[in-house]
């Protein structure tokens, strides 16, 4: 078994049990030699709702945007990897996610707004950073045996991951340690489509 492979695990397993801690429904994770992806549920609108200030929308992009960091934080911290598979993309997807949270003044705004706009973005992706890796170590447990069973059996459907790591988390808690991801506003409703990660 390769490096590559086990960090592949591992990555698309933090990604599957942050999604779950935060209340994102995983479908399916697999993995590759090369690459992997954790398949979840997306509400077909998001995009054109988090346009219109939806503070649903806003609740569950910032919610993925934690699950998106979720695989870096679980290979850097769980491995203490230091080239990290899905970085560039998963860095891409937040960025793509946070610009539409908390988009950009106009081109020709006063420099004191994008000053702001800029120190807000930085606080938003260090919160990010930092409540996804609380989950990892907070789930550290659940995280590995995950990993381990990908390496496996390479795909893992959603029922199977939560009958794996649902033991494997602490006793019940209270999931509002996140802050500001309130994801149960019930956002994900019938006709969401399932959206690949990698």
């Not at 203490?80 to 560039?88: C, D, E, K, L, S």
């Not at 993309?89 to 000053?115: F, K, M, T, Y």
């Not at 509002?176 to 959206?195: E, K, N, Y």
Request: neutral net charge.
């Amino acid at each position: 078994m390769s490096i590559q492979y086990k960090n592949n695990a591992y990555h698309e397993a933090g990604h599957a049990v942050v999604a779950h801690l935060v209340g994102l429904d995983c479908v399916q994770v697999a993995i590759q030699v090369r690459n992997g992806y954790c398949a979840f549920i997306e509400p077909p609108d998001l995009y054109l709702r988090l346009r219109s200030r939806d503070q649903g929308a806003t609740s569950w992009a910032k919610a993925k945007a934690v699950m998106l960091a979720g695989g870096v934080e679980a290979e850097s911290v769980l491995l203490r990897a230091r080239h990290i598979v899905g970085n560039q993309d998963d860095r891409g997807q937040i960025a793509s996610l946070l610009a539409d949270i908390n988009p950009a003044p106009e081109i020709d705004a006063p420099s004191h707004e994008w000053s702001l706009w800029q120190r807000k973005d930085q606080e938003m992706r260090r919160r990010i950073r930092r409540r996804a890796r609380r989950l990892v170590v907070f789930a550290s447990a659940a995280i590995s045996t995950l990993a381990e069973h990908l390496m496996e059996k390479r795909t893992i459907v959603g029922s199977e991951v939560i009958e794996l790591i649902e033991p494997l988390l602490p006793a019940h808690q209270d999931w509002s340690m996140v802050g500001w991801l309130d994801c149960s506003s019930g956002i994900l409703h019938q006709g969401s489509v399932a959206q690949r990660i990698s």
